[in-house]
């Protein structure tokens, strides 16, 4: 006889509101496949003002999900109404990853790790600076910052629009962290040997103000979160100015593994031909 945990639909989500542009689907199903696992990964899209009722039925075991991902902008409410939040989780303040044991909601938050994995793997070294500067104060900025934080860099300097809000990261993270309003690029910038642009500037082509990333270290390193387009405006700058630029694929991808690891039992890898499937997609689009 068949044992029924062999035959049984293993199901995932990724929750946002829209969630019609996530890629995760595509990664989560190519894997999958590629371990030829009983399972799917569906796009939920559930408004802000229902988030508590799918949670709640969510933990009632009704909607068959094993867990699943969690995207803008629900990342704050997923840390809220878990039963049980990680470390990670507690410190940044929003959850990426939800699964479900013995009927309790469990949190995780793998964007930091996903962040560190791609730029130890597509930029090695990167971490030798001290002197890192994050564009942007939002949720991306959070793990980005923390992950920062964690590797140990002993400066990171936050830049945003508004300055209250790259405070409010000093608040939360500490010492390490320094608020700065973005007119002051041009001196926070100098000598920097990472910029992470958090912003969803240049995100579709939208326009990005010219960045001065001839005053980095010369070894510098520019890394855009944003991976639609691929090529972003602002990765073109660094290019144009010599430094090492790293998009934001890597990071989709390397979070995406802990997620698929806890729901369906395997660790599955980042293949060249996962990598090539999600670029042609994004490419198609843009
Ligand atoms: P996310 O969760 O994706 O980080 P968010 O919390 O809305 O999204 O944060 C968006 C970030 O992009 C903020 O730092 C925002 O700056 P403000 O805090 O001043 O709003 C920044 N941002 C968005 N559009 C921008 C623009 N046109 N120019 C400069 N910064 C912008």
Redesign the pocket.
Known sequence: MRDSRETQLIRAFILGFPVKHSRSPLIHNYWIRQLGLHGVYEKIEVAPENIRAFFDRLRSSESGFVGGNVT??H?EAAAAYADHCDDVVREIG?ANVLWLENGRLYASNTDAAGFLACLDEEAPGWDKTQRAVV????????SVVYALRQRGLSEIHVV???L???QELVDRFGAKVHAHQ?DSIGEVIAGAGLFVN????GMGG?NVPELPFDRMASNGVVNDIIYTPRLTPILMQAARAGRVSVGGLGMLLHQAVPGFEKWFGQRPEITDTLRQMIISDVDRET
């Open positions: 803008i902008p990342k929003a564009m942007g104060a939002g949720g991306a900025s959070r945003n629009r508004t209250d809000r790259a973005m958090t912003t969803s500037l939208s």
